[in-house]
């Protein structure tokens, strides 16, 4: 972890945040469906005898980096995401999110938080935990943020394309209009040039949770009630994606099983139409 001295509103390891409430309109899930340009039809006919099913990635939503930030969040991207899913979410049922700070770390010029939540449905039924790694430039407040080629980075140059069972991939171009709707019509660097090159960047980038949401649809309707109730994803961000940019999520459900006989395994990955890796990680989804 960091020494770096903490101000009280800032992250600092081992830090509890206020638990808060979180509930998921029907306006919110409309916004999700069509930012994405995704059709809902799939979730409103999975929910059986219960209400429709609501996307799985829609948990990421419970998460809030107020209190496990920095006040100089100058060039901040997120950097990777684990997800734990216990439950289906409910629409329009209150919930608690429990989040604490769990460790501050270097990688590369950037400094990282951790941060795990929790969230809790009726009667304290855990539906999700989540790691959230945010970086940041911390010694940098203004200028523009140095972004390495995606053809310099070694591990996108490594990535092959693993054996298996293909899954079926999504794809979108994802335009402005579309992170708009997504995030509710909200002003900041996901959405607003201004907002963004107040940040480093020279253009919008598109929101993680855009992106990680293709791949979440993908795994939705690739494994259905067995993913909402015990699958996990671990995923990491390498390439940022612009407007504009045409993106793929892609899986292969392959035949390794190194976390135990009855949990299996599928490596996924999404990338932009010239080959660039966007995000890349693994899924686990119990038999």
Not at 34 to 50: A, F, H, Q, R, T
Not at 64 to 87: I, K, P, T
Not at 177 to 198: L, R
Request: with cysteine.
């Amino acid at each position: 972890m960091t020494n770096r001295e903490h101000h009280p509103d800032e992250a600092f390891v081992g830090k509890e945040l206020e638990p808060r409430q979180f509930e998921v309109s029907a306006n919110h899930v409309e916004d999700y469906f069509e930012g994405l340009k995704l059709d809902s039809d799939w979730y409103e006919d999975s929910g059986g005898n219960s209400d429709k099913l609501l996307p799985s990635m829609l948990l990421v939503d419970a998460e809030s980096m107020s209190g496990a930030s920095f006040r100089n969040n100058f060039g901040n991207l997120w950097m990777r995401q684990e997800l734990d899913f216990h439950a289906p979410l409910s629409s329009e049922t209150e919930m608690r999110v429990e989040s604490r700070v769990k460790d501050i770390y270097e990688w590369r010029n950037r400094t990282i938080v951790l941060q795990e939540s929790k969230i809790y449905g009726e009667n304290d039924t855990i539906l999700g935990v989540m790691r959230h790694h945010q970086s940041y430039l911390l010694d940098q407040d203004s200028g523009r943020v140095a972004l390495r080629k995606p053809s310099d980075k070694e591990g996108v140059r490594k990535f092959n394309v693993p054996k298996g069972d293909l899954l079926e991939p999504v794809a979108r171009e994802i335009d402005l209009e579309m992170c708009g709707t997504f995030f509710h019509g909200n002003k900041h660097y996901h959405t607003n040039k201004e907002a963004s090159q107040e940040l480093g960047f020279e253009e919008v980038v598109v929101g993680g949770k855009m992106t990680i949401s293709y791949i979440g649809d993908m795994l939705d309707r690739s494994f259905g009630h067995k993913w909402f109730d015990g699958g996990k994803l671990d995923v990491k961000f390498t390439n940022i994606v612009w407007p504009g940019d045409r993106v793929t999520a892609k899986g292969v459900l392959t035949d390794e099983r190194s976390v135990s006989d009855d949990i299996a395994e599928a490596r996924v990955w999404m990338e932009k139409d010239d080959g660039t890796v966007v995000i890349v990680g693994n899924a686990y989804i119990p038999d």
